[in-house]
Antibody, heavy 121, light 106 residues
């Protein structure tokens, strides 16, 4: 059974840092792109970042470029999101998800349970 | 960046109704369009991928159509478990985006 178990959310002050983790099991983690998606309170889903199987390619939404870093440790079957210079507008539930390509079309087919990040003084 | 718009932003429907949700892309995205269902407190669920392919295990009352810039999600006979917010998503280029969502409510 595919499982993505998230940890690391919480309350942080503006300008602070936080690292989210996502532990994967039930599939060959090193064979899949992975992603982070977030949902701010009362808002819709927002794609945040993708990372290739070996970490050699990373893509970010413009609003987090230069502040957030997606990474992975294939030996530990884990995905991370390092968030620096946090702003109030980064407050959201953050989801990790597996990326599958169906006929070259990327999809998020399995999701973590979500973790809340609150940026507030 | 490729922007997605959805209409309507919300709709009221009853069990058994046929529901259609539209998604329009700001530029050509071929058929690189997915639909997700999201219920409060849970994780989103992939419903349709590649514009018209039904994700495994999901009922055939869900269908998708379109290509290029205009896409439609159809629920042929709404069931109680279908009340949720639906998001389209494009994965045409390296920077993926979601639409703003359509809330389907009673």
């Amino acid at each position: 059974e595919v499982q993505l178990v998230q940890s690391g959310g919480g309350l942080v002050q503006p300008g602070g840092s936080l690292r989210l983790s996502c532990a994967a099991s039930g599939f060959t983690f090193r064979s899949y792109w992975m992603t982070w998606v977030r949902q701010a309170p009362g808002k819709g889903l927002e794609w945040v970042a993708n990372i290739k199987q070996d970490g050699s390619e990373k893509y970010y939404v413009d609003s987090v470029k230069g502040r957030f870093t997606i990474s992975r440790d294939n030996a530990r079957n884990s995905l991370y999101l390092q968030m620096n210079s946090l702003r109030a507008e980064d407050t959201a539930v953050y989801y990790c998800a597996r990326v599958s390509f169906n006929v070259d079309i990327g999809t998020h087919d399995y999701w973590g349970q979500g973790t809340l990040v609150t940026v507030s003084s | 960046d490729i922007l997605l718009t959805q209409s309507p932003s919300s709709l009221s429907a009853s069990v058994g109704d046929r529901v259609t949700i539209s998604c329009r892309a700001s530029q050509y995205i071929d058929t690189f369009l997915n639909w997700y269902q999201h219920k409060p407190g849970g994780a989103p669920k992939l419903v349709i991928y590649g514009t018209s392919s039904l994700q495994g295990g999901l009922p055939s009352r869900f269908s998708g159509s379109g290509s290029g810039t205009d896409f439609i999600l159809t629920i042929s006979s709404l069931q109680p478990e279908d009340f949720a917010t639906y998001y389209c998503q494009q994965t045409y280029n390296s920077l993926w985006t979601f639409g703003p969502g359509t809330k389907v409510e009673v």
